[in-house]
């Protein structure tokens, strides 16, 4: 299997990349794409749901952003260590009536030697508002160098 850098055990800047690298692969809402750089045996919590595998994985991302609309997301790492990474994240979002969300959460995740996530803990909550208050407007896609964090933003 080839490697999916950047690899454990993690540096700042190398936990930095592999968080950017994470926020831009679910920014493209492709759910067979960020797939691959999970372990074929991945086992997550996401919230109440209990997830293992790549096939699970795509099709709970599949359901995920048929409900989320407009996703878009920003993660900062939170702490590191070895093969392990923490983050933080915000993403906002509207469903099929045109409310919107922001929604907050923390990640835990733990790296196989060849860089994919073999483990990966959820907890995420839900903060309806208004489109007047939202935060996130650029293009669908990658959030654009330059656009501020999570901390910048004041989240």
């Known amino acids: 299997m080839a490697d999916h850098p950047p690899i454990?055990?993690?540096?700042y800047e190398s936990a930095v990349k592999k968080?950017?690298?994470?926020?831009?692969?679910?920014?493209s809402r492709d759910p067979h794409k960020v797939s691959l750089v999970y372990t074929e045996d991945s086992r997550w919590r996401?919230?109440?749901?209990?997830?293992?595998?790549?096939?699970q994985i795509v099709e709970f991302l599949t359901r995920k952003w048929s409900r989320e609309l407009d996703y878009r997301l920003i993660k900062e790492l939170w702490a590191f260590g070895g093969n392990?990474?923490?983050?933080?994240?915000?993403?906002?979002?509207?469903?099929a009536s045109g409310q919107w969300y922001r929604s907050y959460g923390n990640e835990n995740w733990e790296f196989d030697d060849d860089?994919?996530?073999?483990?990966?803990?959820?907890?995420?909550?839900?903060?309806?508002?208004?489109?007047?208050?939202?935060?996130?407007?650029w293009p669908l896609g990658p959030r654009?160098?330059?656009?501020?964090?999570?901390?910048?933003?004041?989240f």
């Open 8 to 11: 454990p055990p993690f540096t």
């Open 144 to 154: 654009p160098e330059g656009h501020p964090g999570l901390s910048e933003l004041g």
């Open 84 to 95: 392990r990474i923490a983050v933080r994240f915000a993403y906002e979002c509207h469903d």
């Open 115 to 137: 860089g994919l996530m073999a483990v990966r803990h959820a907890s995420i909550n839900d903060l309806a508002i208004s489109e007047s208050e939202r935060r996130y407007h």
């Open 19 to 27: 968080v950017r690298m994470a926020e831009n692969g679910w920014n």
């Open 46 to 55: 996401n919230r109440d749901e209990f997830v293992t595998g790549r096939e």
